[in-house]
């Protein structure tokens, strides 16, 4: 078995929505508490091996980046673990601790937030290789256009503003960024969806080569299933905060389990699905504030049955590295799950 | 407006518009001659190189192109009005309230100090006189539309309690809070998952195909283009390089850069492989080659090239920039 470089067991976060004074006085007069906890992460178990893409898949707000951010080092977790190389996150401490934090780069979704406005690209991404000894003062400017050059920007643009800068154009300063400090596991969040086909076939090249040339890790945020299908070894789904299917790309993608996933693979863009009419979801979206008992997905499920509303189904091995936390595994005969679950078009 | 039966079916038409920005470096061209017009209930997919002007056009029709970048050329008719002969205090009353953008990156609608509340609120305060009990329903409604669950107490937040996608769905929402007649879409959806993804599309779908709005979807995902779009335009160096109806342009196209696009999807690679790449990079907005600005990197270039290649005009309004366009054998290649 291939070592395993990074380890997510049994990780929750909560995030407390702080009551505001109003709320505070209105509790303290007897009213309901308003204190409102967003479950992003429930008990979610991830193993990546050296070497691996993971890619990372789920709706929208269902606690992608957090597990991202936790994983990086970036966010402690409410509880579990992460261990990376075998050794526990945070009972890291200084020097090793920073050294971790360096050897994992995460490039975010809005490069918007995460680029100081008031910095040239020259300091954006010279500056840390710089300060953490991995290059001389003199070299830095050469390392930055060399960098510009590998994510297809021009080095002339090396002192530029990022405002100066397209979406696109911004997206790849992130990953120049993060490239800089020469990371051994990267952590891409939603880090190539700004990017137009042509230069999202240069990064996920890029991404290729580096991964042969460097053996980097990577966990892959995306909502974009073509490009997962393309580059990922392993696909993992998530659904309001937990795990619910996860096996190699090959079996996502042809045998999907989970009904969640048979309905994002139903939905997915096509160059030659034209002229569609979309359909708006079936049922209520949940809410992380107040998510459905059972399974998360019982709501929007076609297939759900009584159980679904009470019992929480676990991630269960149906072999080969692929697993899937629904009740229908249990039942004697399955459903055929190629349907999509969006309801009745409105038009 | 001599013939008001044609003129009321356009609601934008946009001819050979140029925003340039002077920078010390010199003048970057990033609008440098584009016209197109949407009609009411069509829907255009904009698509095209990153750095190739979408946003800036998008940013010129509505009029939030902020200095050291300005108009020079071109005009810009909102159902007749010349938008770029509007005064500041017209373009604000028609932005937001008839013409509404949806950015790129969220946080350029949202304020991060304000909860969606007040956001969504004093949009709808501004532009109309209801009461603020009617504004608050309104924008619970149009949460409740882009999927976002328990909306009464959820618009309570403030944006950073959010995840990505979600503040790109609130900024979808104040964008349709007023049902404009026109909309500017900067790739919406690409922060969202397939199925909510559907979801926005078909609350889209309905306003155009219902209430006859004009909607420009700037995306590099040509799978949603395919799926959503009339007409598509595909800009290359600050033009529209072809222009047509989506199965023209996507079955057969003319200009080589749109086949390296669709070449370049992952959809039309094998799974593991390096993608097809278009050889080279973007030129630098400062340094365009001469002539044909895609020549450096096109497979097709002949002599003829080094000059400006104009428009051809085809049938239903198909417009390609080139003077070696593929052959339908070509083009799927
Ligand atoms: N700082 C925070 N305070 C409060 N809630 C938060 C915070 N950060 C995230 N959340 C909530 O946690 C949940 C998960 O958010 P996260 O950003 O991880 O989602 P995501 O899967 O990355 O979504 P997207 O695809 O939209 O980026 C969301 O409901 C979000 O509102
Ligand atoms: N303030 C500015 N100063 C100088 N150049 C600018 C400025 N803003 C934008 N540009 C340039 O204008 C060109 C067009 O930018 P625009 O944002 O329209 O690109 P885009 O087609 O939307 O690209 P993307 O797909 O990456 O978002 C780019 O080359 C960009 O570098
Ligand atoms: S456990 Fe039940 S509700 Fe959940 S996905 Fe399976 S069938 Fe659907
Ligand atoms: S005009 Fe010439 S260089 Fe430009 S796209 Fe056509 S063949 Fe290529
Ligand atoms: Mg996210
Ligand atoms: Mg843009």
Not at chain 1, 78 to 90: I, N, P, Q
Not at chain 2, 94 to 102: D, P, S, V
Request: overall charge neutral; aromatic content about 4%.
């Amino acid at each position: 078995m291939s070592e395993i470089f990074a380890e997510a067991r049994n990780v929750s976060k909560r995030f407390t929505h702080e009551p505001d004074f109003a709320e505070r006085i209105a509790s303290k007069l007897g009213a309901v508490s308003t204190r409102k906890v967003v479950h992003a992460l429930d008990g979610v178990d991830l193993t990546i091996e050296k070497g691996e893409v993971v890619g990372l898949v789920g709706e929208s707000g269902c606690g992608k980046s957090t597990l991202g951010r936790i994983i990086a080092g970036m966010i402690p977790a409410t509880e579990g673990d992460v261990l990376v190389k075998g050794e526990k996150r945070d009972s890291l401490r200084g020097q090793a601790a920073r050294e971790a934090r360096l050897k994992t780069q995460i490039i975010f979704q809005d490069p918007m937030s995460s680029l100081n406005p008031r910095k040239r690209v020259l300091d954006i991404v010279g500056e840390a290789p710089v300060a953490h000894g991995l290059i001389k003062r003199g070299e830095k400017r050469k390392l930055v256009e060399d960098l510009l050059e590998t994510v297809g920007l021009d080095p002339s643009m090396t002192d530029r503003y990022p405002h100066q800068f397209s979406g696109g154009q911004r997206q790849r300063l992130g990953i120049a960024r993060a490239l800089a400090v020469k990371p051994e596991f990267l952590v891409c969040d939603e880090s190539i969806a700004a990017l137009d086909i042509s230069i999202q076939a240069q990064v996920i090249n890029l991404f290729m080569d580096l991964r042969k040339s460097f053996d980097l890790t990577y966990l892959f945020i995306s909502h974009d299933l073509g490009v997962v299908n393309h580059i990922a070894d392993r696909v993992v789904i998530m659904y309001l905060g937990r795990v619910v299917e996860s096996g190699r790309v090959e079996d996502i993608f042809e045998r999907p389990n989970h009904p969640y996933t048979a309905a994002l693979l139903a939905e997915v863009p096509s160059i030659d699905k034209r002229h569609r009419t979309f359909t708006t979801i079936k049922g209520e979206i949940p809410s992380p504030v107040s998510p459905p008992s059972g399974c998360h997905f019982h709501p929007r499920c076609p297939h759900a049955f009584e159980r679904c509303r009470i019992e929480r189904p676990a991630l269960v091995d149906l072999g080969g590295r692929h697993q899937s936390a629904c009740h229908l595994n249990e039942l004697p005969e399955r459903p055929d799950f190629n349907m999509s679950i969006q309801g009745e078009g409105r038009v | 407006m001599s013939n008001p039966s044609e003129t009321s079916e356009i609601v934008l038409e946009v001819t050979d518009l140029k925003t340039h920005f002077a920078t010390p470096a010199g003048e970057v061209k990033s609008v440098d001659g584009v016209s197109f017009s949407v009609r009411r209930g069509e829907i255009l997919g904009l698509v095209g190189e990153s750095g190739s002007g979408k946003s800036i056009t998008g940013f010129s029709i509505i009029g939030l192109v902020d200095p050291p970048g300005r108009n020079v050329g071109g005009s810009i008719l909102f159902k007749g009005e010349d938008l770029l002969a509007a005064s500041e205090k017209q373009l604000r009353t028609l932005r937001g309230n008839r013409i509404a953008m949806i950015f790129q990156d969220p946080m350029m609608t949202l304020n991060p100090v304000l909860s969606v509340k007040t956001h969504m609120v004093e949009t709808v305060l501004a532009h109309e006189s209801v009461s603020r009990a009617e504004a608050l329903r309104r924008s619970i409604e149009a949460l409740r539309m882009v999927g976002i669950s328990q909306p009464e107490t959820r618009i309570e937040s403030y944006p950073h309690e959010f995840s990505g996608g979600m503040r790109q769905r609130v900024a979808i929402a104040i964008a349709l809070l007023h049902k404009p007649d026109l909309i500017i879409a900067d790739e919406p959806t690409t922060a969202l998952d397939v199925t909510i993804q559907s979801q926005i599309l078909s609350e889209v779908q309905v306003l155009c195909r219902e209430l006859g709005m004009g909607l420009i979807w700037i995306s590099h995902d040509l799978g949603v283009v395919a799926g959503l779009a009339d007409r598509i335009a595909v800009m290359y160096a600050g033009r529209i390089v072809e222009q047509g109806d989506v199965d023209q342009i996507l079955d057969r196209p003319k200009h080589p850069y749109t086949a390296g696009l669709i070449g370049s999807a992952p959809a039309a690679n094998r799974r593991g492989e390096r993608l097809t790449q278009i050889r080279g990079s973007a030129p630098h907005p400062l340094r365009r080659p001469e002539g044909c600005a895609f020549r450096t990197r096109c497979d097709f270039s002949t002599d003829a090239c080094l000059q400006e290649p104009t428009e051809t005009i085809g049938a239903a309004d198909y417009r390609w920039r080139c003077f070696n366009p593929l052959g339908a054998t070509e083009a799927t290649s």
